[in-house]
C-alpha cells in the first residue's frame, strides 16, 4: 500500500487478527470452497470466537460498539482473503443494523447479545422476483390477525437464506398504501410456514450461501414487527446507507489481493529475456490500478468516517463509496487477470475467482446504476 | 474446578537458523510462536471450561518474549496467566524444566487437572509431562486424544499403536495431549484488548524457592555430547508400472537382499 492510514492501537489489533483469520481458517481453503462451491462454517466460527460479529453492536448489548469504519476495516481485510466469507459475515451486519437502529428496547436485549457472540447469523430479506431495482415493487404480505401477523410471498437471493436465524422482512402491512405500506418484521429459524428454498449456483461468492425465503402463511408474534407498520422502507434504506460502506469495503479487499497477486507475478515471468513488469505497458497498468484502488479506499475509508462522525444525510456519500470502490475493483480484477496471461485464467490461480466474486458487488446491495440514482438525487438536493 | 495449562514458544520454524559449525539452533534470532502442540491444550482447556466452568491459568518458562504468548492464552482462555522467569533458568533440560513447573503448580494448589501438549516441536522428548506429573507425585496420562470429567473422576482417552484405551484417574492429574481437532478457536478481541491493561505475574526462582544449584545448565544433567548432521548415502529409486508387475519385482529384490525367504 503506498497510502498508508494512521489506525488507533484497537484498530491495527482488529487488522492483525481479522488477517490473522485470514491466514489459518480461510486461505489454505477459499479455492476448494470456490471450486465445490460449498459453505464452510469454520471461518465463522473463528469469527464468532474472536468477538468480531459483535463490532458494531452496542457496548451494553455485549458488543465492540465500534463503528463503520471498522466493520469496513474488518470486511476489507476479509474480503482480501475471500469475498464469499465476508459476504456471509457483512450480509449478517445487513440484517443486525435494523434491530441495532430501529430495535425496541426488548428486541434489542432479545437478539443483539447472540448477534455480537456469533451465536446467531442474520439476513436481510428485501428484494423479490418482480421487485429488485424496484424494490417498491415487493408483493409479500404481512396480514394482522389477532396478536400475530402472517406472512406471505417468496423473498428472492437472500445472502445466509436457511442458514440465519434472525431474517428481517420487508413486507406489505397495507398493500393499498403502496412504499407507504409495508413495514419491517422479524422471522426466526423455525417460525411456522418460514423455509429457505434452494441454495442458487452462482458465477463468484461460492462460498457464500444465497436461497429464496418462503413466507407460506408464516405465523409470527405481533410483537416481531420492527419499529411502526409503515416504517419498513424507512428501515430498509437506512440500513443500506449504512451497510453499503462495507460492499465498496469488500472491494477493496478483493482488489489489493488482485493486485498484489497479478504484480507479484509481473515481477517473476519471464518473457523477452526479462520479468514483464519491465515491460511499460505492463508497469503502467499497475501505476493505473494502484491510483483507481488507493482512490476507492481513501473515499470508503472517509465516507465511513463521515459516518461515524454522526452524519445525517449520508445516503449519497455510502452511494458514492460502493458504487466507485466496486466499479474500481471490477475493473482491477479484469487487469490483473489481463496481467498474467493465460495464468490468471487457470482456475488454479485464484485472480479468475476475485474476478468472479467482484462482479456481484456492482449488483448487489443496490445496482450501481440505483447507486447513481441515489448520487443524483441528492445532488440536486444541494444544488436547486 | 482448576485447571493448569503449561505452554512453551518455540522458535518459528521459516525463522530457524542453524549454525553451520555447532549444528544448534540459533535461537537468539529466531521469533517465537506458540508450540503446536500448546495450542491443543488450550483448546482443550477451552471446551473444559465451557462445559465444567472451570479457572483455567496458564503458566509458562521462559524469557520475557514469551510474555506475548501467554497472552494469547489469555485471549483464548486463560483467566490468569503467569510467566515463570529467572537467569537461572536458561539452560534447562527436561527435568531441571520440571521442576520449575512442578514448584509453581504447586503454588497453584488445589488444581485438578495439569494440561501440557504432547512434546513441543523444538526438543521433540516428550518428557516433559510426566516428570512434572513424578516431581508433583500425581499421576500421569500421555498422548491423551480426549479427556472429560465423570462422578469426579477423570477419564481419559489415550492413543496406542493398538487403539484406544480408556483411562480413569482421580484429580489431580497431569495429561499430555495430541488430540486430533478440527477446530481451534482464534484468540478473542475483547480479551486481547483487556489483557493489555492487565498487569503480568512474573515468578523468579526466589519466589517459587528454588534453590540455583537445582535450576538451569547446573541443574540439568542432560549433557549434549555432540550434535552432527545426517548423511543419506543411499539413493532412491522410483519404479513405476502395473502394481501387480511391481509386487513381483519387490519381493524378486527382497528375496535377493535376504529380508525374505526364497
Avoid at chain 1, 61 to 76: I, P, Q
Avoid at chain 1, 358 to 371: D, P
Avoid at chain 2, 82 to 111: C, N, W
Wanted: aromatic share 10%.
Amino acid at each position: 500500500m503506498l497510502v498508508k492510514y494512521s489506525l488507533t492501537e484497537e484498530q491495527s489489533l482488529l487488522v492483525e487478527l481479522i488477517k490473522r483469520i485470514g491466514e489459518e481458517y480461510i486461505a489454505p481453503f477459499a479455492l476448494e470452497w470456490d471450486e465445490k462451491e460449498s459453505f464452510d462454517n469454520r471461518p465463522i466460527r473463528a469469527l464468532a470466537d474472536a468477538d468480531l460479529f459483535g463490532i458494531i453492536v452496542p457496548k451494553e448489548y455485549g458488543g465492540l460498539g465500534m463503528g463503520v469504519f471498522e466493520m469496513c476495516l474488518a470486511v476489507e481485510w476479509l474480503s482480501y482473503y475471500c469475498a464469499g466469507v465476508s459476504t456471509t459475515y457483512a450480509a449478517s451486519f445487513l440484517g443486525a443494523y435494523p434491530l441495532i437502529l430501529f430495535g425496541n428496547e426488548k428486541q434489542k436485549e432479545k437478539y443483539l447479545p447472540d448477534i455480537a457472540r456469533g451465536k446467531k447469523l442474520c439476513a436481510f430479506a428485501l428484494t423479490e422476483p418482480q421487485a429488485g431495482s424496484d424494490a417498491f415493487g415487493i408483493k409479500t404480505t404481512a396480514r394482522k390477525e389477532g396478536d400475530y401477523y402472517v406472512l406471505n410471498g417468496v423473498k428472492q437471493w437472500i445472502t445466509n437464506g436457511g442458514l440465519a436465524d434472525i431474517n428481517i422482512v420487508i413486507a406489505l402491512t397495507d398493500p393499498a398504501k403502496g412504499p407507504r405500506g409495508a413495514s419491517a418484521f422479524i422471522v426466526e429459524k423455525g417460525d411456522p410456514g418460514f423455509s429457505a428454498g434452494k441454495k442458487e449456483k452462482k458465477l463468484g461468492l461460492r462460498s457464500s450461501v444465497t436461497t429464496d425465503l418462503i413466507f407460506n402463511d408464516c405465523k409470527i408474534p405481533a410483537d416481531r414487527l420492527l419499529s411502526r407498520e409503515g416504517m419498513g422502507f424507512m428501515v430498509a434504506l437506512k440500513t443500506l446507507d449504512y451497510a453499503r460502506c462495507g460492499a465498496g469495503a469488500q472491494a477493496l479487499g478483493v482488489a489489493q489481493a488482485a493486485l498484489e497477486v497479478s504484480i507479484k507475478h509481473a515481477k517473476k515471468r519471464i518473457q523477452f529475456g526479462q520479468p514483464v513488469y519491465n515491460f511499460q505497458a505492463v508497469s503502467h497498468t499497475f501505476a493505473e490500478m494502484t491510483m483507481r484502488l488507493e482512490a476507492s479506499r481513501a473515499l470508503v475509508y472517509q465516507v465511513a468516517k463521515f459516518i461515524d462522525a454522526g452524519a445525517k444525510d449520508f445516503s449519497g456519500a455510502s452511494a458514492m463509496a460502493k458504487c466507485f470502490a466496486t466499479d474500481q475493483a471490477m475493473w482491477i480484477c479484469e487487469r490483473a487477470i489481463q496481467m498474467m496471461g493465460g495464468y490468471g485464467y487457470m482456475r488454479d490461480y485464484p485472480v479468475q475467482k476475485f474476478f468472479r466474486d467482484v462482479k456481484c458487488l456492482q449488483i448487489y446491495e443496490g445496482t450501481n446504476e440505483i447507486q447513481k440514482n441515489v448520487i443524483a438525487r441528492e445532488l440536486s438536493k444541494v444544488y436547486k | 474446578m482448576r485447571i493448569i495449562v503449561s505452554i512453551k514458544g518455540v522458535p518459528k520454524l521459516e525463522t530457524v537458523k542453524v549454525d553451520p559449525e555447532t549444528h544448534t539452533l540459533r535461537r537468539e534470532s529466531a521469533e517465537l510462536m506458540l508450540n503446536p502442540f500448546d495450542r491443543s491444550a488450550l483448546e482443550i482447556a477451552a471446551r473444559l471450561k465451557e462445559k465444567y466452568h472451570a479457572e483455567v491459568i496458564a503458566i509458562s518458562m521462559g524469557p520475557p518474549n514469551v510474555i506475548p504468548l501467554l497472552r494469547e492464552a489469555y485471549s483464548i482462555c486463560a483467566d490468569r496467566i503467569i510467566l515463570l522467569s529467572d537467569r537461572a533458568f536458561a539452560g534447562a533440560d527436561t527435568l531441571a524444566t520440571s521442576r520449575v513447573l512442578a514448584q509453581a503448580i504447586k503454588k497453584l494448589a488445589p488444581f485438578d487437572l495439569v494440561l501440557m501438549g504432547l512434546k513441543s516441536a523444538d526438543g521433540e522428548t516428550a518428557q516433559v509431562p510426566p516428570e512434572t506429573a513424578a516431581l508433583l507425585g500425581i499421576p500421569s496420562i500421555t498422548n491423551v486424544k480426549d479427556l472429560f470429567f465423570e462422578d469426579k473422576k477423570i477419564i481419559a482417552l489415550r492413543e496406542t499403536e493398538y487403539g484406544l484405551e480408556e483411562l480413569e484417574a482421580e484429580p489431580p492429574i497431569v495429561a499430555s495431549l495430541y488430540p486430533k481437532l478440527d477446530y481451534f478457536r482464534p484468540p478473542s478481541f475483547k480479551r486481547l484488548l483487556e489483557v493489555k491493561n492487565r498487569e503480568l505475574e512474573i515468578w523468579s526462582a526466589k519466589d517459587l524457592e528454588l534453590s540455583i544449584e537445582k535450576l538451569g545448565l547446573s541443574g540439568s544433567p542432560t549433557r549434549v555430547s555432540g550434535v552432527f548432521e545426517k548423511k543419506f548415502a543411499d539413493k532412491g529409486e522410483i519404479w513405476e508400472g502395473e502394481p501387480e508387475e511391481l509386487a513381483k519385482r519387490l519381493i524378486t529384490l527382497l528375496k535377493e537382499k535376504g529380508f525374505l525367504k526364497a
